[in-house]
């Protein structure tokens, strides 16, 4: 039975709008997807957005409307600003569906049934005005719990505990034996180190006094979830999985066919609740090692070296990025000026200045360019013959299959940056082609008309190649290429548009007819 590649994306908060680090997350996953269907791979991608806890309560009450009223508000946010960015999942997690409740509830009915979880006291500084416990790491340099806290005092309250450190060797012992389950590399020995000092269990459970805007616990109504159980099930509960079956053989296909998962999440959330909570939680579900997803973390944009947040004002809106550069800009830029794995500086002239020079400059002026000399030349009817004539090879600093390869391989191991690079050095070549061989000179020796039409073949031919390796991080522009070489579906015979397979030399037919040229990537004023 052929497995889906099912990916994952962090279900994002609801108590604010979103923001460029969430749409990075996103479109980061949703390139994945788009590669992997590239490839014919079966895809399943979920994302969605985690609307319960503490903060969408104050929220909410700030605003002074009900929770589900303000989580439909901002969730409404999320789900215009996807669609705008093109981010074509296939299933939406949303942590207020009945059925993911129920699935929550039943899971921690069976942990409770099976003594995994118990009731205990804890003893501690509570702030009244944040309604928290809270923790030496709390305390200012000076070692007090400082004015923002307001009111602290002593506080004894019960709550319900997820035996954690039961599985602590089985933890340790899985990551010596998948050293592939975080990648980049250096995250999973960050990971390792983590769960060596682990210490204690897991507190799941907060009393509704406290906080009414969650998931009730089954066995004991006075209580709600809080946090992670509710949120990291949304990975299993939305593909049907079937929390009164412990063995995973017995679980429905819909969920076998697609789990495990990949996993993409933000640094902040590996140590501890992906990289520790999470594999516990599904070990102690009954999932065998071979059943565990594998965690793509992916690192940060920040602003000037300092993190995006509310309170600095330094939150980066998408919508108007979208508004000035265009969705495909904001893919664009996103996935090139960043490595997986590290963190990059978000710059509004650094956007620009990429989507002038990649995008307009290279890419998008190839494409005017070549199809403009076709038809000025009266050579709009391609040639097949001699695209191997000793001036185009002579000029090729880049060998036009290895363009594939590599592309290929950077799209694999997630370097997305290293792809678009490999696919604008192929842009670049044939701007150089045109530059030096100056068809436009050809034109005028009539001796030259073989060269001229062995040029015009090269070219369009490489845009047809580029057109499907960029698809993945720039649909529509891929689309608008294809449009203007007037390579149309029918014409490749082929049920996708897109094949990776295609991307590979000889794809235009001799006698195919190229469309005129529309600008792909118009200039941007101001
Ligand atoms: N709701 C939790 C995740 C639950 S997953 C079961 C959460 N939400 S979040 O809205 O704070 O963050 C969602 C994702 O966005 C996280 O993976 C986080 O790392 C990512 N990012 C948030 N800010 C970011 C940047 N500035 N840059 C890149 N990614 C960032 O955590």
């Known amino acids: 039975m052929a497995k889906t590649f099912f990916i994952t994306t962090a279900i994002d908060y609801t108590n604010s709008a979103p923001h460029i680090g969430h749409a990075y997350e996103k479109i980061l996953a949703d390139v994945i997807a788009r590669y992997q269907r590239l490839k014919g791979e079966d895809v399943f991608f979920l994302t969605g957005v985690d609307q319960h806890g503490q903060k969408v309560q104050q929220s909410a009450e700030r605003e002074g409307v009900p929770p589900e009223q303000f989580v439909a508000g901002v969730t409404e946010q999320f789900i215009a600003l ?34 995994k979880i118990y009731k205990d006291k804890q003893v501690g500084f509570y702030s009244v005005r944040q309604e928290q416990f809270l923790t030496d790491k709390d ?9 923002e806290w307001g009111e602290v005092e002593q506080r004894e309250e019960e709550n319900y505990y997820f035996k954690l450190n039961d599985h602590k060797e089985w933890l340790l012992q899985f990551l010596r034996a998948h050293p592939n389950f975080v990648s980049p590399p250096f995250r999973q020995t960050e990971l390792a180190n983590a769960v060596e000092k ?27 979830n809080y946090v992670w159980f509710d949120a990291l099930s ?7 999985y079937d929390p009164g079956l412990s063995s995973i053989n017995d679980q429905p296909s819909t969920f076998r066919d697609k789990w495990p998962a990949l996993q993409v999440i933000g640094k902040d959330i590996m140590v501890p609740a992906h990289g520790i909570y999470w594999p516990i939680m599904l070990h102690a579900l009954g999932f065998p090692d071979d059943q565990m997803p594998t965690l793509l973390v992916h690192g940060w944009w920040n602003i000037s070296g300092a993190k995006m947040s509310k309170s600095l004002g330094n939150v980066v809106d998408p919508d108007a990025l979208i508004e000035k550069y265009g969705a495909e800009a904001v893919r664009y830029y996103l ?3 960043i490595a997986v794995g590290k963190d990059a500086d978000f710059s509004e002239e650094r956007l620009a200045g990429r989507y002038k020079s990649d995008l307009s400059d290279n890419i998008g002026n190839l494409l005017n360019r070549t199809l403009n000399m076709a038809h000025q030349f009266g ?23 290895n363009v594939y390869v590599k592309c290929k391989a950077g799209f694999e191991c997630f370097r997305i940056d290293d ?10 070549h044939c701007n150089i082609v045109i530059d030096a061989l100056a068809p436009w000179k050809l034109r005028k020796q009539q001796t030259q008309i073989d060269l001229l039409k062995a040029i015009l073949y090269y070219l369009t031919e490489s845009l047809r190649i580029l057109a499907i390796l960029i698809s993945p991080v720039l649909p529509r522009a891929a689309h608008g290429i294809f449009d203007q070489l007037n390579w149309k579906m029918e014409l490749s015979g082929k049920e996708e548009r897109f094949r990776l397979e ?8 001799d006698g195919h007819v190229v469309g005129k040229p529309v600008p792909l990537f118009p200039r941007i004023e101001g």
Request: proline share 5%.
């Open 82 to 115: 996807w669609d705008k960015l093109g981010v074509c999942y296939d299933a939406w997690a949303a942590t207020t569906d009945p059925l993911h409740k129920q699935c929550v509830q039943a899971m921690l009915q069976r942990l409770f049934d099976e003594g």
């Open 139 to 147: 305390r200012n340099e000076a070692g007090e719990f400082g004015p």
């Open 198 to 224: 682990l210490t204690g269990d897991l507190c799941i459970s907060r009393p509704k006094s406290r906080l009414s805007w969650g998931i009730e616990l089954p066995f004991d109504r006075d209580y709600v």
């Open 234 to 240: 949304n990975y299993i509960s939305f593909i049907g």
């Open 335 to 337: 996935m090139s000026d």
């Open 379 to 401: 050579l709009a009817k391609l040639s097949a013959a001699g695209s191997d004539r000793s001036e185009l090879s002579g000029l090729a600093e880049i060998e036009v299959p």
């Open 419 to 428: 792809a678009l690079g490999m696919a604008r050095a192929l842009s670049g």
């Open 502 to 509: 295609d991307a590979k030399w000889g794809g235009l037919p």
